[in-house]
């Protein structure tokens, strides 16, 4: 069993910056990809970020070169630094890991709200 506890959400106006963190209740190198999802409102759940075991790193388009997506070096906790914060990224941020042959797991989601 993955517990994830997301961090980091709040209120900060476009061009500013935020961190969210996931803290893993296993260590990072059990799982095969951990990722960062967003619900906007009205809209589908949307991949932001991935890491994967070997390191790779995937981004959606609407956030390469403003987010970045890493593990810290004690093996138990997933960031996410967001820059240059658009209103468009507005929504609940879920912290995602999963691991081959059990189901994915979900944090509980951190809002992020970015005024104009």
């Known amino acids: 069993q993955v517990q994830l506890v997301e961090s980091g959400g709040g209120l900060v106006q476009a061009g500013g910056s935020l961190r969210l963190s996931c803290v893993v209740s296993v260590s990072i190198s059990r799982i095969d990809r951990m990722a960062w999802y967003r619900q906007a409102p009205g809209k589908e759940l949307e991949q932001v970020a991935a890491i994967h075991t070997d390191g790779r790193t995937d981004y959606a388009d609407s956030v390469k070169g403003r987010f970045t997506i890493s593990t810290d070096n004690t093996g138990d906790i997933m960031s996410l630094q967001m820059n240059s914060l658009k209103p468009e990224d507005t929504g609940v941020y879920y912290c995602?890991?999963?691991?081959?042959?059990?189901?994915?797991?979900w944090g509980q989601g951190t809002q992020v709200t970015v005024s104009p």
């Open positions: 995602y890991a999963y691991v081959t042959h059990f189901s994915p797991y």
